[in-house]
């Protein structure tokens, strides 16, 4: 027979199972707050997206995306990368900014901050920069 548990027993359990649940993201953003980039772990592959809020200019939005375009760009740790249609983002304030001439470093990709923007590899040496005036993949 079970027996039922003391109401603060049973609030530290929410309490662990919700904070475990929200785990905060990783990754960071630009002193500006116009980029931001997350890390992401799914199934033992390694993926970075990094979305720009502010933007001189914006592509056009291919004919096969329904949901927003230009703003994100996502890689994993091997391989090529790219602009992505998406209808969420990475923008998180609670981000820890990334200041300008510091270097980030996680899962086989650096990203680099300096006041001409962010700068992002992968362990194959592709990756993007991201700008205000410029966005572009390399």
Known sequence: MLRSLPPAALFLLTLAATSHAQSAPTGFQSPSKNVACQYFDYDKQN?????????????????????????????????????????????????????????????????????TGITCFNTDRRGFSLARAKREIF
């Open 47 to 115: 993926v970075l997206r990094c979305d720009i809020s502010v933007m001189e200019s914006r592509p056009r939005r291919p004919a096969d995306c329904e949901l927003d375009y230009g703003g994100a760009f996502e890689m994993n740790a091997k391989g090529a990368a790219a602009r992505i249609c998406h209808g969420d983002t990475v923008m998180d304030k609670s981000l820890p900014v990334l200041g300008y001439g510091e270097v980030w470093q996680r899962g086989g990709f650096t990203c680099k901050s300096e006041q």
